[in-house]
């Protein structure tokens, strides 16, 4: 079972993009795949048209069991929710004497092994959210967004994983995926060719700049549904080959 982190400190990178996307892509290709939103915002869910009364806060805090939780999305693809629950949980966490940082791996513990995939999205900032996805991840994938200069917070966040590494040494920042490409845009190419140059095979096709992939979401559609010939299915499907590919490496 492959645990992946979509994580980036910074907001509005394409990282609940990716993570629906990628996970909707996985399950096409036959994969068993969860679905984990640990975004206050809870919009993993709603992006794939899911409304469940109860998530991921709900099963940690013991007031649901995960079979409960865990909601049938599509086929192959389940998702369990994030939202303002969450907020709540967060201060339990930050709380606890010790070990807090363990209490998401705690509660997954029953679902190891069930599927081929768990991808988490995650909130922007640093929080103790965050720090619990890391802990129970094994790859980060981080997207960043080449229309502004990112480099700096995407160094960042690679030296507070190190930090998790420590404790955590299976944690890899194992992808690098660009976002926001626009080839008209010079600074769009010069980011990239820096991504490439500090990071080198980490760092994924580009996904382009495609209005149909903000517009799926309000119809509660992956991008493969809402739009399955536009240049943002043809950029998730690129995504989805390139970590099938790594699996079987
Ligand atoms: N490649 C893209 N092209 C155009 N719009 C995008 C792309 N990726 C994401 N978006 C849109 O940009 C906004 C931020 O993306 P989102 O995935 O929510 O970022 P994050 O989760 O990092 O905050 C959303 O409205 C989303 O629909
Ligand atoms: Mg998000």
């Known amino acids: 079972m492959k645990k992946l982190a979509i994580a980036l400190s910074k907001g509005g990178v394409g990282k609940t993009t990716t993570a629906v996307n990628l996970a909707a892509g996985l399950a096409k290709k036959g994969k068993s795949v969860l679905l984990v939103d640990v975004d206050t915002q809870g919009q993993a869910a709603r992006a794939l048209g899911a409304h469940p009364q109860v998530g991921l806060a709900e099963v ?81 994938l981080a997207p960043v967004s080449l229309e502004v200069m990112t480099l700096q917070g995407l160094m960042e966040f690679s030296r507070s994983m190190g930090a998790i590494q420590k404790y955590h040494p299976e944690l890899q920042l194992k992808y690098i995926l660009p976002t926001f490409f626009d080839r008209r845009v010079r600074k769009s190419e ?60």
């Open 60 to 140: 940690i805090g013991g007031e649901a069991e995960f079979e409960t939780a865990c909601t049938a999305a599509r086929a192959n693809l389940w998702v369990l929710s994030g939202g303002r629950t969450l907020a709540g949980l967060k201060r339990v966490i930050t709380r606890k004497d010790f070990g807090g940082e363990q209490t998401l791996v705690e509660t997954m513990q029953g679902v190891d092994g069930r599927f081929d995939y768990v991808v988490l999205d995650t909130a922007p900032g640093w929080d103790a959210l965050t720090v619990n996805v890391l802990f129970y991840a094994d790859a980060a």
């Open 190 to 249: 010069e980011i990239l060719s820096q991504l490439q140059a500090h990071f080198g095979e980490r760092v994924c096709a580009p996904v382009r700049y495609n209005v149909r992939l903000s517009e799926a979401p309000g119809y509660g559609q992956t991008i493969f549904e809402y739009a399955p010939s536009s240049i943002g299915a043809e950029d998730y499907h690129r995504l989805t080959e390139r970590i099938l590919q790594d699996e079987r490496a």
